[in-house]
T-cell receptor
Framework: KNEVEQSPQNLTAQEGEFITINCSYSVGISALHWLQQHPGGGIVSLFMLSSGKKKHGRLIATINIQEKHSSLHITASHPRDSAVYICAVTSDKLIFGTGTRLQVFP | NAGVMQNPRHLVRRRGQEARLRCSPMKGHSHVYWYRQLPEEGLKFMVYLQKENIIDESGMPKERFSAEFPKEGPSILRIQQVVRGDSAAYFC??????????FGPGTRLTVT
């Protein structure tokens, strides 16, 4: 079993839909990261959080330390949000989930 | 403040050649991490370095791979005698404090 599990693996949505991507982890962590990887391959760090909730534009990330679970929400999704979203946790090193491939259609 | 720089962005090597991947961290960052993303797989930690020191190399293959982060200049990931299975995207990230990491654009290595 992977130490960081994401669901779903693949997600398609119509433009404007509200999207949720989930991440569960089984190790002790000091922080959790949400990353975005576009088809070109570059990686952008979206959030780093250790408790509570963070918001940046249409993106919201939450974490529940007791339940070892985090969610990434995208409101009013847009085709340019199409990417792979990766959850990663900082344990003694950064451990990555396998990613959620999101496609948003117009 | 420029972001993390990696070069080359694309590298093609024949089997048996050496590959050198460079990573210039953000200004003021003294922590560098290397990650590998094999085709259709997730990112995997390779090595964590601070200036002139390897802190954690538990993700590095035991042979042919080495990394350094000298006092001056970029961090180098070196792969000797490359094989087809080394074809992957190699990402570098830097951090000021071993906490928040900023990723470079990656180097795509293709071994023919």
């Amino acid at each position: 079993k992977n130490e960081v599990e994401q669901s779903p693996q693949n997600l398609t949505a119509q433009e404007g839909e509200f999207i949720t991507i989930n991440c569960s982890y089984s190790v002790g962590i000091s922080a959790l990261h949400w990353l975005q990887q576009h088809p070109g391959g570059g990686i952008v760090s979206l959030f780093m959080l250790s408790s509570g909730k963070k918001k940046h534009g249409r993106l919201i990330a939450t974490i529940n330390i007791q339940e070892k679970h985090s969610s990434l929400h995208i409101t009013a999704s847009h085709p340019r949000d199409s990417a792979v979203y990766i959850c990663a946790v900082t344990s003694d090193k950064l451990i990555f989930g396998t990613g959620t491939r999101l496609q948003v259609f117009p | 403040n420029a972001g993390v720089m990696q070069n080359p962005r694309h590298l093609v090597r024949r089997r048996g050649q050496e590959a050198r991947l460079r990573c210039s961290p953000m200004k003021g960052h003294s922590h560098v991490y290397w990650y590998r993303q094999l085709p259709e797989e997730g990112l995997k930690f390779m090595v964590y370095l601070q200036k002139e020191n390897i802190i954690d190399e538990s993700g590095m293959p035991k042979e042919r791979f080495s990394a350094e982060f000298p006092k001056e200049g970029p961090s180098i990931l070196r792969i000797q005698q490359v094989v087809r299975g080394d074809s992957a995207a190699y990402f570098c990230a830097s951090s000021p404090n071993d906490h928040e990491q900023y990723f470079g654009p990656g180097t795509r290595l293709t071994v023919t």
